[in-house]
Every structure is written in structure tokens, then in C-alpha cells.
């Protein structure tokens, strides 16, 4: 039995297979960030690969998806054991157009890890709603999450409208193709390319 083993049944989309290997990882006192890397986060690597070359369709990637997903699950309790004293408040949300969700729940659920108050407003968010969300929540910091080319213009769109509402709030970007240029170029206050990097970045960007 190794983490690879996880990876593979994720793969194979066996939703029932992962939770019990995970279960069986985390009792066998495996580190939590090498079942999350190397079981859960790098099948979702080989099944884009697969999507890729054709030899996976969309309806085998939801299900590898809610495969990882059920995984994710037995860890959240492992990676959120939160801090008692709110460290400020992050609106988060995968932007307008874009239905990925996993990569944002991580980033979501490591940040109420750290203390963070986060409110997660799903996938498929307008500018609008971020706006909104922030004042109401009075935010110190907005999170975007896109995973498709098609959808990073999106974000251009919302960082924009957050520096039009006047609201003294900073954001942050990140999803698998977004880069720390593009960040640059459309006027965020930060990037990260994973998870653990996002609170780090969040963290400094709440303290300053
Ligand atoms: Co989609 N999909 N998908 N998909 N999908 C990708 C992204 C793709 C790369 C696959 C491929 O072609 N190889 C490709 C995008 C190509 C592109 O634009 N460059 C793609 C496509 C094309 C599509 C559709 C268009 C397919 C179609 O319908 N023909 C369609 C679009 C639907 C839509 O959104 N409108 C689609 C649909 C889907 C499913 C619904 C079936 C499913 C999503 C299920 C769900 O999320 N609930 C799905 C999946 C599962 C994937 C892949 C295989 C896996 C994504 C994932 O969950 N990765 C993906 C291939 C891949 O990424 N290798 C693919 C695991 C997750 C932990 O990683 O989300 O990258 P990720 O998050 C990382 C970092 O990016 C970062 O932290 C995380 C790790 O620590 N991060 C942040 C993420 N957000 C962050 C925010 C931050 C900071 C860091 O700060 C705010």
C-alpha cells in the first residue's frame, strides 16, 4: 500500500477505494501534505494529461473530480485545525465562467487553517458579487480562482471593479494558468501557483 495507490484510484474514478486508502494513509501516520501532493493533487494532474490526449472525456473528469473530492474530505479536518483568533477575512470565489472548484476549496480550506475568516462564494462569480461580498464583509483581502485560459480575462474584469468601488481591500489570483505576470499586468496585489502559497501571500497582505 503507498499514497501512489490513491492516486491510481482516482484516476479510475473510484470514489469508495480513495476514502478508504485515505482513511488507511492517515491512521498509518502518513504526512497529510504527501497524501494531498502525491495522492490526491497529482491524479488530478494524470486525468488533465488524459483529458488532454483524448483518452478521458468530461464526464470521466467529474467523476475523478468528485473521486478527489470525497479524499479531500477525510483530510479537511487534518488541514484546518484552525487558530481560536480571527487573523481577518478573505472572500473567495472561482470567477464568472469557470465551474473549477477543488483548487479554490484548498486554497479556502488551508486559510480557515490559518485562522483566516473565509467566505466562499462558489464558482461562477461576477464582478458584482465580489464587490459586494467584500463591503458587506468588510474584506481585507478578495481571492479569484480561474482554471481556463478563457476565464483569466474575467479576473481583469473584477480586479478592476474592486479598485472602482474605492474599497480598501487587496486581491489576490491563482489557478493553473494564471502566472505572476499576468498578476502584474491586470493590477492584483499577488499571485500564487498552490495552496500553502496563497495563505502565506494572504497572511503578509492582511498584516501590512
Ligand atoms: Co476542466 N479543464 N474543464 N474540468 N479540468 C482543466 C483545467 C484543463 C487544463 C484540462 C486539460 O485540457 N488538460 C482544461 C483547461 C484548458 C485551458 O483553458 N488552459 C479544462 C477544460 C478545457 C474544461 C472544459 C472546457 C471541458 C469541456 O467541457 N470541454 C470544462 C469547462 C467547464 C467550466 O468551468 N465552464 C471543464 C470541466 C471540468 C469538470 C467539471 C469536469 C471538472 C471540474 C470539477 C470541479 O472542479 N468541481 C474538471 C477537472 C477536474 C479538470 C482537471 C482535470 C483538474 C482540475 C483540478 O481540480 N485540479 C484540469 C486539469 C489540470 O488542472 N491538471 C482541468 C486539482 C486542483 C487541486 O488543482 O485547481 O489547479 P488546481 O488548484 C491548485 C493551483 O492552481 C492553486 O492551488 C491549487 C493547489 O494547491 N490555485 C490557487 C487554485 N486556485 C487558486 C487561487 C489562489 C491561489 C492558488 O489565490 C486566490
Redesign the pocket.
Known amino acids: 500500500m503507498a499514497v501512489k495507490d490513491i492516486a491510481e484510484a482516482v484516476v479510475v474514478m473510484d470514489r469508495v477505494k480513495v476514502v478508504e486508502l485515505v482513511k488507511t494513509e492517515i491512521a498509518a501516520g502518513t504526512e497529510i501534505d504527501e497524501i494531498l501532493n502525491a495522492g490526491?493533487?497529482d491524479a488530478?494532474?494524470i486525468?488533465?494529461?488524459k483529458?488532454?490526449d483524448g483518452s478521458l472525456f468530461?464526464?470521466e473528469?467529474?467523476m475523478?473530480?468528485k473521486a478527489?473530492?470525497a479524499g479531500l474530505e477525510e483530510l479537511k479536518p487534518h488541514l484546518s485545525a484552525g487558530a481560536a483568533v480571527s487573523r481577518g477575512t478573505v472572500i473567495?470565489g472561482t470567477v464568472k465562467?469557470?465551474?473549477?472548484?477543488?483548487?479554490?476549496n484548498?486554497?479556502a480550506l488551508m486559510m480557515e487553517g490559518a485562522g483566516m475568516d473565509v467566505v466562499d462564494l462558489g464558482?461562477?462569480i461576477d464582478a458584482e458579487k465580489f464587490v459586494k461580498a467584500a463591503i458587506e464583509h468588510n474584506a481585507g483581502v478578495v481571492?479569484?480562482?480561474?482554471?481556463?485560459?478563457?476565464?483569466m480575462p474575467t479576473m481583469e474584469t473584477i480586479v478592476a471593479a474592486i479598485k472602482e468601488a474605492g474599497i480598501a481591500v487587496k486581491t489576490?489570483?491563482?489557478?493553473?494558468?494564471?502566472t505572476a505576470a499576468f498578476a502584474d499586468q491586470i493590477g492584483a496585489d499577488g499571485?500564487?501557483?498552490?495552496?500553502?502559497?496563497?495563505v502565506e501571500l494572504t497572511r503578509k497582505l492582511l498584516a501590512a
Open positions: 490526491l493533487i488530478m494532474d486525468v488533465g494529461q483529458f488532454s468530461v464526464p473528469m467529474l475523478a473530480a478527489m473530492k473567495i465562467g469557470d465551474l473549477h472548484d477543488i483548487g479554490k484548498l486554497v464558482v461562477d481571492a479569484l480562482s480561474a482554471l481556463l485560459t478563457t476565464t489576490i489570483i491563482g489557478g493553473a494558468p494564471v499571485f500564487s501557483a498552490d495552496a500553502p502559497g496563497a
